[in-house]
């Protein structure tokens, strides 16, 4: 089993600011390493999901409370929901470069 990187489908709308298109900029942000490294990439499961709640895959997986995105879901059970966590995980886990500081 593969670890599971949840991201946010880009281009959603979001009911408190009508007429705009958004985009998650942490979820642009892991797209963009994975897009640079697609021969890392390819040893995780990413899911790209739609913007409204409840996003049921994460309330099945996580629990209610923990639909935030982007949050990887880790194989042996577990999961990190932060932007600079995940990067180091990709780092050790799986061996996609360090982030410059």
Request: glycine share 6%.
């Amino acid at each position: 089993m593969k670890d599971k990187l949840f991201l946010l489908a880009p281009g959603f709308e979001d009911p408190a600011f009508p007429g705009r298109t958004f985009y998650c900029w942490h979820c642009a942000l892991m797209e963009g390493v994975l897009a640079s490294f697609p021969d890392l990439a390819v040893k995780l499961d990413v899911r790209r999901i739609a913007w409204p709640r409840p996003r049921q895959e994460l309330v099945d997986l996580l629990g209610e409370a923990n639909q935030s995105l982007p949050v990887l879901v880790l194989a042996e059970g577990g999961f990190i929901d932060d932007k600079d966590a995940i990067l180091a995980a990709l780092t050790e886990r799986h061996g996609f470069p360090d982030p410059h500081p």
